[in-house]
């Protein structure tokens, strides 16, 4: 057995073992309040920024729950061996993510649940509803607390829980004692966030004072390494004195970038987007790059202006965001093509519903991504017909795409079909007993009909998950 199969994690419900790419966490039956344990599936379902769940069973009086973990994928326990950069990084996407919040389970904070690749990905694993155990003892402002001061300093969380001005016992530093004081979610937020850009300036001033330092020793190495190039061009094809200069550029890039990056973070903390892309651009950031870092804050039309030949990308993110609605304001820049125009054009007429457009853009439109946005279009309004006219031109171009609309269809007759079945049980039930002997025959069989039509429902809904995750929506 390796030492990966030996980790444990230990949270306040219990304890995690890892198992190469898989974490299990196992619970004494009697901790749970559910009837049948198929009323934990719902957990299954795949949501950002927690691991996926893979399996939960019941045996012997246990509760047994898997969990996947992402390749390379480090334990937040870990974290205090990092430098002081990766740390406030991770901290401040902890703060940001803010899954308390924005998660209807009960969110398990301790920092032996939650898992990260630096800089900017973090993972939370047990979650739980109302039937599961869960920690309430403290509020989910002091867990932040502890947590934070956990990234930051590497004292133990459950310290901190009952005691976060521990912290200062080993830290005295004011922007440790700012968190300390927090009132509230959002000033926390603030004051990690601007940790994160103090430590990202502070460590660009470091590299810059060890830069005036050795600046002679680094000329006289580079010196040094120029006398070996040369040699070594004069020894190979001249193929390979390019990668070589092509080395060298890839090298001066990153300086670059790093000099730069702390300021850039500087401008998108205070949303001075024309400031951080006029940044992005001295520091030699692609045009791709500077939509990369828009759409990580949400910023739609910034990331259309830095290159509008990302349209579908950027279509595709507000769609998956819930933010489909922000289409309608959307502008080009006037450096964008027809083909560009076309296309935002059309994409305007799927959020507004503008079905002339759509039915005269459906014949020609050969972009699976928009076919598809198109028969939701159709589907949401209940045009029954266009929707399956969209999903057949969608089968000729992407049958993965075209497999996920129709199981939306299906998925949509199966819920209408529930709606009937609970309106004939309503009716059946509203029935007076003393004028018709067969209410209860009535009731008996409406209720039949809807609990057949809420398992086709189910199925497909499985459906259309097996399929969305097929077609990459």
């Known amino acids: 057995m390796n030492r990966k199969d030996l980790e444990l994690f230990n949270i306040e419900v219990g304890t995690f073992k890892r198992k190469q790419n898989k974490l299990i966490l196992e619970l004494d039956r009697s901790q749970f309040r559910y009837d049948k344990i198929s009323e934990l599936n719902e957990l299954k379902k795949e949501v950002p920024n927690f691991l996926q769940l893979i399996n939960i069973i019941e045996q012997d009086q246990k509760v047994s ?28 996407e902890i703060v940001n993510q803010d899954v308390t919040k924005k998660s209807q389970e009960h969110v398990a904070l301790n920092p032996a649940n939650l898992w990260y690749y630096p800089m900017h990905h973090v993972w939370y694993a047990y979650r739980a509803n109302e039937l599961m155990p869960f920690d309430d003892k403290h509020s989910n402002l002091a867990k932040y607390k502890a947590l934070i001061l956990f990234c930051l300093t590497g004292i133990p969380y459950e310290r901190l829980l009952n005691d976060p001005k521990e912290a200062m016992n080993k830290h ?56 070996v190039a040369v040699i070594a061009v004069g020894l190979v094809h001249k193929n390979d004195e390019g990668k070589y200069q092509a080395l060298a550029a890839q090298n001066r890039s990153q300086v670059t970038r790093l000099k730069y990056s702390s300021k850039i973070q500087i401008a998108l903390s205070a949303k001075k987007w024309s400031q951080a892309k006029k940044i992005m651009k001295t520091a030699g950031y ?46 080009l820049p006037t450096n964008a093509t027809s083909k560009e125009k076309s296309q935002l054009k059309l994409e305007k007429a799927i959020v507004n519903y503008d079905s002339n457009t759509l039915n005269n853009q459906l014949s020609f439109t050969t972009n699976a991504d928009e076919l598809l946005r198109i028969g939701e279009a159709y589907l949401d309004h209940n045009d ?56 209860n025959k009535k ?31």
């Open 65 to 92: 729950l898997t969990y996947a973990l992402p390749d390379r994928v480090r334990p937040l326990k870990e974290l205090p061996r990092e430098n002081k950069a990766i740390r406030t990084a991770i901290a401040k």
């Open 172 to 227: 005295q530093d004011e922007l440790l004692q700012q968190v300390v004081t927090a009132k509230s979610a959002n000033e926390l937020k603030e004051i990690v966030n601007g940790i994160d850009d103090f430590v990202g300036y502070q460590e660009w001033q470091q590299v810059e004072q060890k830069q005036k330092n050795s600046k002679k020793k680094f000329w006289y190495s580079m010196a040094g390494i120029a006398v």
């Open 286 to 331: 692609s045009s791709k790059s500077q939509v990369q870092v828009f759409l990580k804050h949400k910023q739609y039309q910034q990331a259309l202006n830095a290159d509008p030949s990302q349209l579908n990308r950027i279509v595709d993110l507000a769609y998956s965001n819930k933010n489909s609605d922000k289409v309608a304001d959307w502008q």
């Open 384 to 439: 029954k017909q266009d929707v399956q006219t969209a999903q057949t031109r969608l089968a000729g171009i992407n049958s993965q795409k075209a497999n996920y609309l129709k199981a939306l269809i299906s998925l949509n007759s199966a819920n209408s079909e529930v709606s009937n079945a609970q309106k004939s049980l309503d009716t059946a039930n509203k029935i007076d007993g003393s004028k018709d002997k067969d209410k």
């Open 443 to 473: 009731v008996a069989s409406a209720k039949s009909d809807l609990k057949n039509a809420q398992s086709d429902q189910k199925a497909a809904q499985k459906k259309v998950d097996k399929t969305k995750a097929k077609a990459g929506d």
